[in-house]
């Protein structure tokens, strides 16, 4: 009996190592590599340095709190146990599992994510070096993160946040402004 033999054109395709070799790779250049990988690094620095200094600092201050602007800010020390505003609190596991995903997803969209602009590449620095700040803490710190900035008007509070959250914030509107205004192609 004769095999007979199924020719590689008749195969299915395969989406596979082979199918990413065929991709077009255009990694960054060496001025995004500039912008992003300083920002990320100092940003994830500056606020682990913050929160270590603040906290330490705090321990030996009455109530654990400082006035900074009085009727407006003040240092706390504040341990939250969720995402912003709280979400999921208590959710150790999952928020360091999303945090993980958001922190590759970072790292391929600037690596293979064909961006260009220096305030994307900004954007995506802080928004690296904030979700890198926090992971750190829900992994060191017992799945909690620290908090120290608190912002307030009578007995209003704004949740209190750290150089992280700050950084997230500006960082993901750097991106909107980026996508939306500078952006031939926004949505592709």
Partial sequence: M????????????SFGWAFLKRLPLRLPNLQAHLIFWP???????????????????LE?????????????????KAQNPGAAFGIAAGEHYLLITV????????FTVFLL??????????ALGLF???????????????????DFIDVYYNRYHWPAFNLA????????????ISILWFSKRPYG
């Fill in 2 to 13: 004769a095999e007979v033999k199924k020719e590689e054109s008749d195969a299915q395709p």
């Fill in 39 to 57: 920002l990320m690094i100092v940003g994830f620095t500056l606020d682990l340095a913050s929160k270590r200094a603040v906290f330490e600092w």
């Fill in 60 to 76: 030996q201050q009455p109530y654990n709190s400082v006035s900074v602007i009085d009727g407006f800010l003040r240092l706390v």
């Fill in 99 to 106: 945090s993980v995903i958001a922190v590759v997803i970072i």
């Fill in 113 to 122: 994510g064909r961006t260009k602009g220096k305030l994307m590449y900004i």
């Fill in 128 to 146: 690296g070096a904030g979700i890198c700040g926090n992971l750190y803490d829900r992994i060191f710190n017992d799945g909690l993160v620290r």
């Fill in 165 to 176: 959250d700050s950084m997230l914030c500006v960082g993901v509107g750097l991106m909107s």
